[in-house]
């Protein structure tokens, strides 16, 4: 087989370059491992930075996310029994969109597949060869395990944090950064309608908690647990009453909604950062690149903010022969990558308790949560980053 992009993974990373690609009239293949009905249900992010919304719109993907979806003008911080809202279009003139991941692949494959598009399902990718040489290739099997080769002018590599495109870099040119957290998210999806409006983010002695939605009946909500927790500990029982004492307030002027819970899942928190992007004409983005921990809800918009910048660099490329944008793709992508790195681990390190803290850390954050609800500068800085800054 033969296209000028292979992409590896149908995640919101590669299938928003595909169609990205598409549009600017450039062919890509994508090679994705799982089945299209596993892509579509995966439970992960729900947070859209305005200008990735804006991204979707413009490529004729918004229409559904903006009927469906919510649109979001604030957060609440809760901490020591009281909410501050940060208000996002008062502080930064944006807002961000409540639309969750699962919806968006589904539009995504959808889209390519109307469009003509190539989507190898259950095509898992098993090498990619010649990165230094003009004519790459990305070996792959079917899940009958008959084996196949996708030869092309790059490869993206959109894999995933588990995926093979990082370890497909030369060890010599790779530097990678590493944090993990001493604890992770218990997050359950709850058929109960959100006792909010808008996003909670709870910092609670007991822990961190957060109260997120994903349409009028359904609830998402996270709490805090230790790094090895297994979900057979928590009750829903238990986990409705820790969530009650983790939103109280001291008024007791708010009540928790309850309802059936039909998911739970862990999520471990970790911070990572691969350098380079590229090596010769292997590119990554996404999670296959780097990692944030979700409390910045981060982790979609920067794949999706990584495919943008690419498939623009590739527009120059193929319309006007010009590979700037391409020799630039891995430097441009880290100033955004470390920016939002930073803000997940500052706003990470500010909302959860950490298990070795100490009474002095614990009124560091409770200083630093007073000041934001106190400061206006300090509640900009917040609102800036979460709804993602356009000039990184
Ligand atoms: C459990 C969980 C919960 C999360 N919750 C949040 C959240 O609340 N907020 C937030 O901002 N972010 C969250 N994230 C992060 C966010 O979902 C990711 O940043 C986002 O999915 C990254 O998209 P991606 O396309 O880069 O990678 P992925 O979505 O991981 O897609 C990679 C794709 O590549 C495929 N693949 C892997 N290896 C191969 C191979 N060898 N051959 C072919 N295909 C392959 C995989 O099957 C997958 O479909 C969460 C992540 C996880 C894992």
């Known amino acids: 087989m033969r296209t000028t992009v292979g992409i590896i993974g149908a995640g919101p990373a590669g299938l928003f370059l595909s169609h990205l690609l598409h549009l600017h009239g450039v062919d890509s293949v994508v090679l994705e491992r799982r089945d299209r009905d596993y892509c579509e249900r995966r439970q992960r992010a729900g947070v859209v930075e305005h200008g990735v919304a804006e991204a979707l719109r413009e490529s004729g993907l918004g229409r559904r996310m903006d009927r469906e979806g919510f649109r979001h003008d604030g957060i609440e911080l809760r901490f020591d029994g009281r909410?501050?809202?940060?208000?996002?279009?008062?502080?930064?003139?944006?807002?961000?969109?409540?639309?969750?991941?699962?919806?968006?692949?589904?539009?995504?494959?959808?889209?390519?597949?109307a469009d003509g598009g190539q989507i190898l399902f259950e095509a898992e990718a098993t090498a990619v060869e010649g990165i230094e040489s003009k004519r790459p290739c990305v070996r792959f099997a079917s899940a009958e395990g008959v084996e196949?080769?996708?030869?092309?002018?790059?490869?993206?590599?959109?894999?995933?944090?588990?995926?093979?495109?990082?370890?497909?870099?030369?060890?010599?040119v790779v530097s990678t950064y590493d944090k993990v957290y001493p604890f992770a998210w218990l997050g359950i999806l709850a058929d109960v309608p959100p006792s909010c409006d808008e996003l909670i983010y709870a910092r609670h002695e007991r822990g961190f908690a957060l109260h997120s939605m994903r349409s009028e009946t359904v609830s998402r909500l996270y709490l805090q647990v230790p790094a090895e927790t297994d979900t057979a500990e928590?009750?829903?029982?238990?986990?409705?009453?820790?969530?009650?004492?983790?939103?109280?307030?001291?008024?007791?002027?708010?009540?928790?909604?309850?309802?059936?819970?039909?998911?739970?899942?862990i999520t471990p928190m970790r911070s990572f950062v691969t350098e380079p992007m590229r090596h010769g004409r292997l590119f990554l983005a996404g999670d296959a690149a780097h990692i944030v921990p979700p409390t910045g809800a981060k982790g979609l918009n920067l794949a999706m903010r990584d495919v943008m910048l690419l498939a623009e660099s590739l527009r120059r490329r193929y319309a006007e022969g010009d590979a700037a944008g391409l020799d630039a793709y891995s430097d441009t992508a880290l100033r955004r990558v470390w920016r939002a790195e930073h803000f997940s681990y500052w706003m990470t390190s500010l909302m959860h308790t950490d298990p070795a803290a100490t009474p002095f850390d614990n009124r560091m954050q409770q200083s630093y949560l007073e000041h934001i609800a106190a400061c206006r500068p300090a509640a900009a800085q917040l609102a800036e980053n979460y709804t993602g800054l356009p000039e990184v």
């Open 234 to 265: 928590w009750s829903d029982d238990r986990i409705w009453s820790e969530l009650a004492t983790r939103f109280e307030l001291a008024d007791g002027a708010w009540k928790l909604g309850t309802g059936p819970i039909t998911d739970k899942s």
């Open 148 to 172: 196949d080769a996708l030869e092309c002018d790059y490869v993206v590599a959109c894999d995933g944090f588990h995926g093979i495109g990082r370890t497909s870099l030369p060890e010599e």
């Open 83 to 113: 909410g501050h809202r940060i208000d996002f279009p008062d502080l930064t003139g944006r807002h961000v969109m409540i639309w969750a991941q699962t919806e968006i692949v589904k539009d995504l494959i959808a889209r390519r597949l």
